[in-house]
C-alpha cells in the first residue's frame, strides 16, 4: 500500500487548506483512514479519522468544528479541508490506514504516507 499527501502549503491564520491523500496497490475493502500531525520537537498527535462508509467520524477537540475529513472511495482517496487555520496547527500532515475503523489509535494504523506540510502564518 502507498499512501501520498498533496495539498499542503503555506497560508495566513484564518486562511483554509485542503489535503488529499490517494491510496494505492493493495486496500482493505473495509479500511480506515486518518490524519494526524507531528509540530516540530513534539508528538504525533491525531487529527481526524473516518471509516470506510463515511458513517464513523472522529476528530481531535483542537480541531472540532474547523476542519473536516471526507473520502471517495472510487478513487481511493481521503480528503481533509482545513479551514480557519490558526499558527498553532502548523505541522506535518500525515494520512495513515488501518484494517478497519481504529478511531485516534495511532498503534492499528499499519500504513502511512510521507507527510506535507502545512504552514499557518500570523
Known amino acids: 500500500v502507498q499512501l501520498v499527501e498533496s495539498g499542503g502549503g503555506l497560508v495566513q491564520a484564518g486562511g483554509s487548506l485542503r489535503l488529499s491523500c490517494a491510496a494505492s496497490?493493495?486496500?482493505?475493502?473495509?479500511?480506515?483512514m486518518g490524519w494526524f500531525r507531528q509540530a516540530p520537537g513534539k508528538e504525533r498527535e491525531f487529527v481526524a479519522a473516518?471509516?470506510?462508509?463515511?458513517?464513523?467520524?472522529y476528530y481531535a477537540d483542537s480541531v472540532k468544528g474547523r476542519f473536516t475529513i471526507s473520502r471517495e472511495n472510487a478513487k481511493n482517496t481521503v480528503y481533509l479541508q482545513m479551514n480557519s487555520l490558526k499558527p498553532e496547527d502548523t505541522a506535518v500532515y500525515y494520512c495513515a490506514l488501518a484494517a478497519y475503523y481504529s478511531g485516534s489509535n495511532y498503534k492499528a494504523y499499519g500504513y502511512w504516507g510521507q507527510g506535507t506540510q502545512v504552514t499557518v502564518s500570523s
Open positions: 496497490g493493495r486496500t482493505f475493502s473495509r479500511d480506515g
Open positions: 473516518i471509516s470506510w462508509s463515511g458513517e464513523s467520524i
